[in-house]
């Protein structure tokens, strides 16, 4: 009686047993929805570095180039309000093979930071001499030709309107075909050294001129120290205009 009343009560137990094992299982296969994605396409990174670069230079007469060459294929990303920035870019002035940090927001949240490897080029049309230029010689428009250059630097400072060298003097040597810089070249001076001058005296209504020597070269506005023949003493005058100079007192 004992035995047969174990039995039955095992049973009962035994069959109270899979509604809860059913339960655990149910759950266990329930998957939560699909996030939805959107696809960062290379040529995105590409435009993102691109408007990058053309913030910070005047590309109006630039020939600016940038070829992503990683990474190679598009990256998956949420789908909502994307935006692309390119971080801390302290070598935006570079050319050539470049590393660039593009961080990738999607409604307001960042979703990641790619590593973007690309290749810069800028072309442009500068000025070039087609002849030895001395130092010191003046340029004419007989001694100039455009050339296509590739430019080291976004920023390089290289002259390409004929307009703002012909009539200036070389600061130094210019070897044939180089790019021209604006260092490279000066407005002439208006009094050489050696040169005889008029000097000029100014001091309210008095206005007196004799001639002197200058004892060295000078633009208009610099002062320069002129010997005067009269007294044969040297004098600091200011240029004024070609062969005049102006003590001042």
Same mark, same amino acid.
Request: aromatic fraction near 4%.
């Given at each position: 009686?004992?035995?047969?009343?174990?039995?039955?009560?095992?049973?009962?137990?035994?069959?109270?047993?899979?509604?809860?094992?059913?339960?655990?299982?149910?759950?266990?296969?329930?998957?939560?929805?699909?996030?939805?994605?959107?696809?960062?396409?290379?040529?995105?990174?590409?435009?993102?570095?691109?408007?990058?670069?053309?913030?910070?230079?005047?590309?109006?007469?630039?020939?600016?180039?940038?070829?992503?060459?990683?990474?190679?294929?598009?990256?998956?990303?949420?789908?909502?309000?994307?935006?692309?920035?390119?971080?801390?870019?302290?070598?935006?002035?570079?050319?050539?093979?470049?590393?660039?940090?593009?961080?990738?927001?999607?409604?307001?949240?960042?979703?990641?930071?790619?590593?973007? +490897?690309?290749?810069? *080029?800028?072309?442009?049309? $500068?000025?070039?001499? %087609? #002849?030895?230029?001395? /130092?010191? !010689? &003046?340029?004419?428009?007989?001694?100039?030709?455009?050339?296509?250059?590739?430019?080291?630097?976004?920023?390089?400072?290289?002259?390409?309107?004929?307009?703002?060298?012909?009539?200036?003097?070389?600061?130094?040597?210019?070897?044939?075909?180089?790019?021209?810089?604006?260092?490279?070249?000066?407005?002439?001076?208006?009094?050489?050294?050696?040169?005889?001058?008029?000097?000029?005296?100014?001091?309210?209504?008095?206005?007196?001129?004799?001639?002197?020597?200058?004892?060295?070269?000078?633009?208009?506005?610099?002062?320069?120290? +002129?010997?005067?023949? *009269?007294?044969?003493?040297? $004098?600091?005058?200011? %240029? #004024?205009?070609?062969? /005049?100079? !102006? &003590?001042?007192?």
């Amino acid at each position: 009686m004992k035995r047969t009343l174990m039995c039955s009560l095992f049973l009962s137990l035994y069959l109270s047993v899979p509604n809860i094992v059913s339960s655990e299982s149910v759950f266990a296969k329930t998957v939560g929805p699909q996030t939805e994605i959107q696809q960062v396409e290379v040529r995105q990174l590409q435009q993102t570095i691109m408007n990058e670069l053309q913030a910070h230079i005047d590309s109006k007469n630039m020939n600016l180039e940038v070829q992503v060459l990683f990474p190679k294929k598009s990256i998956e990303v949420p789908v909502g309000r994307l935006v692309l920035d390119v971080q801390n870019d302290r070598f935006s002035h570079l050319t050539g093979r470049r590393a660039f940090r593009v961080q990738i927001t999607v409604d307001s949240q960042l979703i990641k930071t790619v590593s973007v +490897v690309a290749s810069v *080029t800028a072309r442009v049309e $500068v000025m070039t001499p %087609v #002849r030895w230029i001395k /130092v010191y !010689e &003046v340029l004419a428009s007989k001694d100039l030709m455009k050339r296509s250059v590739n430019l080291r630097t976004l920023n390089q400072d290289v002259l390409m309107d004929p307009k703002n060298i012909i009539g200036k003097q070389a600061t130094r040597s210019l070897p044939p075909h180089q790019p021209l810089r604006s260092s490279f070249v000066a407005e002439p001076p208006l009094v050489h050294k050696g040169d005889r001058v008029m000097i000029e005296v100014r001091r309210g209504g008095l206005f007196v001129q004799t001639l002197g020597v200058a004892k060295a070269s000078g633009q208009s506005g610099e002062l320069i120290t +002129v010997m005067n023949q *009269t007294s044969g003493r040297d $004098v600091l005058a200011m %240029v #004024r205009s070609a062969g /005049v100079v !102006e &003590v001042r007192f």
